[in-house]
């Protein structure tokens, strides 16, 4: 099981800071959260993107994903989500992440499912994968789980597993293992006071189920 720290829980940190983070804690990667504040966005050219990858492949780390805001399933027109979701996966291969993450931010997972399929010939010809979050109208590994295989896009998506946000809705951690096993590429760990106040807080400290699901997981291989 391999450790990667996200600047997800970073605000206003830039990229030479999250590097020494990860590398003085012994991570073995980044998950790197897409906005201007971080120094990775979509909008970096040619030379700023290289020089994310030099640096980052430099501190011995791997990027476990792009942290995207995308809504995959949001109301609305397809196209302005799908040049989105284009250019973040573009980004991807340039930075040598696996994937990029995205948000429900939806309740329709045939919409979702549409555009996933739309993006699946890029994703391929890039190499990279389209990560759908356990969150918003979509929290559960079930409801996840049935979009993706709504989309029946194996080589170009996956699910990442929030822990904090199935549960709080009422999804135990191993039905949401079950649900998403044949999709997970990652899981994100963090505690938070309960199911009703989501205030982050130190892991161990709060009610998340952070050792069952641990030991699901290693269970799981």
């Not at 942290?67 to 991807?92: F, H, K, M, N, Q």
């Not at 597993?161 to 998403?180: N, Q, S």
């Amino acid at each position: 099981m391999r450790l990667a720290v996200s600047t997800l829980g970073m605000p206003g940190e830039d990229l030479d800071r999250a590097i020494e983070i990860a590398t003085g804690h012994g991570c073995q990667g980044l998950e790197l959260r897409l906005h201007p504040d971080t120094g990775v966005h979509a909008g970096l050219d040619e030379r700023e993107r290289a020089s994310v990858r030099e640096r980052i492949e430099a501190a011995g780390l791997e990027i476990s994903a792009l942290a995207g805001y995308v809504g995959i399933c949001e109301p609305g027109s397809d196209e302005p989500v799908i040049e989105a979701l284009i250019a973040d996966l573009r980004l991807a291969a340039d930075l040598g992440a696996p994937g990029v993450r995205v948000f429900p931010r939806g309740g329709d997972p045939s919409v979702g499912a549409r555009r996933l399929k739309a993006v699946s010939g890029t994703a391929a010809d890039l190499g990279r994968r389209v990560l759908v979050e356990t969150h918003d109208e979509m929290a559960t590994g079930a409801a996840v789980a049935a979009l993706l295989a709504e989309a029946d896009c194996p080589g170009t998506t996956g699910a990442i597993w929030d822990l904090l946000h199935p549960w709080r809705h009422g999804e135990p951690p191993a039905r949401t293992l079950a649900e998403l096993r044949p999709y997970l590429g990652y899981v994100q760990v963090k505690d938070a006071v309960s199911a009703q106040d989501t205030t982050p807080v130190p892991m161990g400290s709060g009610t998340v189920p952070l050792e069952e699901s641990g030991e699901l997981l290693r269970a799981a291989g």
